[in-house]
């Protein structure tokens, strides 16, 4: 048996291959020319680019990839009450008419290679919308994968895969914090408070300009064998630097894996000159 919160009916609810594909399915499903999305930034590429190729000018990641920023609840309530004042569709995840839910098995529960995600909306007449889109583009999900997801999700059995990720969280966002500390002048971040990565910017420490990620992470890679994802190439757009300097640095992994990847760019900071 899978245990759903009371407010989620059945009938809310659509399965697709991961996240992934309910976003771009929802998002191609309902979107078109002359739409408008309102989009966080940085944030994950599909939920804007998927909007812009369908016409419209360019709903909410929460918690915020890569920054790892949650919105307040007072926030999102207020945004919920503004939506539903102007009929407006809130692609996020709080209860609402209007609302479109999507989640997986990836982060959380760390079960990135299950490849199970799912919409949800009270309303009817999107959720018609979007099996009438997934009818054409996923005509059916793995069984081994959905008996995985089905017994991860069961009663007694969902608190452990969660308080396993939440102590690995907090322990290593804790050394996170310690050895960015150590480099006040080389690292600057706003710590997350949620999500299992942060955004983290590397800085020169003669100028205190960001340095040029790429570079950065390509130099760091060669010399030693670990791998940083730049930010500015990864979350930033042709030809701006808004994410200049900027490295998503994921800590949802064991805990001995992390403090040697700590140790080995500590290392590196250390005998460098930027």
């Known amino acids: 048996m899978v245990q759903v919160k009371p407010f989620v009916l059945e009938n809310w609810v659509r399965q697709f291959k991961g996240a992934i594909a309910?976003?771009?399915?929802?998002?191609?499903?309902?979107l078109g020319p002359g739409g408008h999305v309102i989009c966080q930034y940085p944030t994950y590429q599909q939920l804007y680019e998927v909007p812009r190729r369908a016409g419209a000018d360019v709903s909410l990641c929460n918690p915020n990839k890569p920054?790892?920023?949650?919105?307040?609840?007072?926030?999102?309530?207020?945004?919920?009450?503004?939506?539903?004042?102007?009929?407006?569709?809130?692609?996020?995840?709080?209860?609402?008419?209007?609302?479109?839910?999507?989640?997986?098995l990836s982060k959380a529960y760390a079960l990135p290679g299950i490849r199970i995600g799912w919409a949800i909306s009270p309303n009817p007449a999107l959720m018609e919308q979007i099996t009438l889109a997934r009818d054409y583009t996923t005509l059916s999900v793995s069984q081994i994968d959905q008996d995985i997801a089905t017994f991860t999700l069961g009663l007694g059995i969902q608190d452990g895969p969660l308080d396993r990720s939440w102590n690995i969280c907090k322990t290593n966002l804790a050394s996170l914090g310690k050895f960015i500390g150590s480099y006040p002048d080389r690292l600057h971040w706003m710590k997350p408070t949620g999500a299992s990565m942060a955004f983290v910017r590397i800085l020169d420490a003669q100028t205190g300009l960001p340095l040029d990620d790429g570079s950065y992470c390509e130099g760091l890679l060669k010399e030693t064998g670990l791998l940083l994802v730049p930010g500015g190439k990864t979350f930033g757009t042709e030809g701006d630097d808004d994410f200049k300097g900027y490295i998503r640095l994921g800590?949802?992994?064991?805990r001995e894996k992390f403090e040697r990847a700590l140790k080995i760019w500590g290392e590196y900071l250390d005998?460098?000159?930027v």
Do not use: C, H, M, W
């Open 22 to 30: 309910a976003n771009f399915i929802v998002l191609d499903t309902l």
């Open 271 to 273: 005998r460098s000159e």
């Open 251 to 254: 800590f949802a992994v064991a």
């Open 67 to 104: 920054t790892g920023a949650t919105i307040p609840q007072a926030t999102l309530e207020s945004l919920v009450s503004f939506a539903a004042e102007r009929n407006i569709i809130i692609f996020s995840d709080e209860q609402y008419k209007n609302i479109i839910a999507v989640s997986n």
